[in-house]
């Protein structure tokens, strides 16, 4: 076992093309990979949460989120294999863009926004999550919702392209403006409109940035 040297998050839109990087990373590097647990979101014994907060996000957001909000934590804790790790998504980004588009949308309920923050603030407090590197996948609504029909994720076909703004808006605000919450590392901008060669490029290009864990 390794202690954590350093942790690197990728960051996006819905669709912005986070497992690519990944997957890149994974094949081509000596580092800890962590995709996000979307298919424990899609199936907790037999439930899925992911799916109903989709067709009703007024009920079962908060449902979705404090699972989603668990999962997250564990990753960041789970014992690691290499001393560098790369992970989707961050506990964090779960709750300043995800949670915070539901309440902000009018589609979370204020009490079930109070009692997710609590947890939220309860968990930042009290245990230590590092990251210290934030790639961010810059990348238009748009685009995200072209690769989003391609890919044909089943509970995803609802999704409309002012879902994808709000999201891109809120990413905007929190790791370029930084006039929202806390940015708890530093951010590196790959912008990720472009086709795949050109993105892989973009990686290999980024490679040593991101993997020295600086920007
Ligand atoms: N999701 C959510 N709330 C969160 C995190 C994710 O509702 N806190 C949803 C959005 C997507 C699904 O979970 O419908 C998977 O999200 P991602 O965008 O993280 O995963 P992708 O596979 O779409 O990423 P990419 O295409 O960039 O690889």
């Known amino acids: 076992q390794f202690t954590v040297e350093r942790c690197i998050c990728i960051e996006g839109n ?47 957001g908060i449902t979705l989120q404090t699972y989603v909000q668990l999962t997250m934590l564990d990753r960041h804790l789970s014992a690691i294999s290499a001393p560098v790790r790369m992970m ?60 989003l029909k391609e890919r044909c994720r089943e509970e995803e076909k609802i999704i409309p392209l002012e879902y994808l703004e709000a999201i891109h808006q809120l990413y905007e605000d929190w790791l370029i403006k930084k006039t929202s919450f806390n940015v708890p590392a530093p951010v590196l901008v790959i912008s990720a409109d472009d086709d795949l060669q050109k993105m892989l490029h973009q990686y290999e290009e980024n490679r040593e940035k991101i993997l020295s864990g600086s920007n």
């Open 88 to 147: 989707e998504r961050s506990i964090y980004s779960a709750k300043y863009i995800f949670v915070d588009n539901l309440y902000r949308s009018g589609k979370m309920p204020e009490v079930d926004f109070a009692v997710l923050s609590e947890w939220f603030e309860w968990i930042t407090q009290n245990i230590a999550i590092p990251v210290d590197l934030i790639v961010y996948l810059q990348s238009s609504p748009q685009t995200c919702h072209e690769r």
């Open 14 to 60: 819905i669709a912005s093309g986070k497992t690519t990087c990944l997957e890149y990373f994974r094949k081509t590097s000596n580092i800890e990979v962590l995709t996000e647990p979307v298919s424990k979101w899609r199936n907790v014994r037999g439930h899925n949460p992911l799916g109903l907060m989709y067709q009703d996000p007024t009920r079962w």
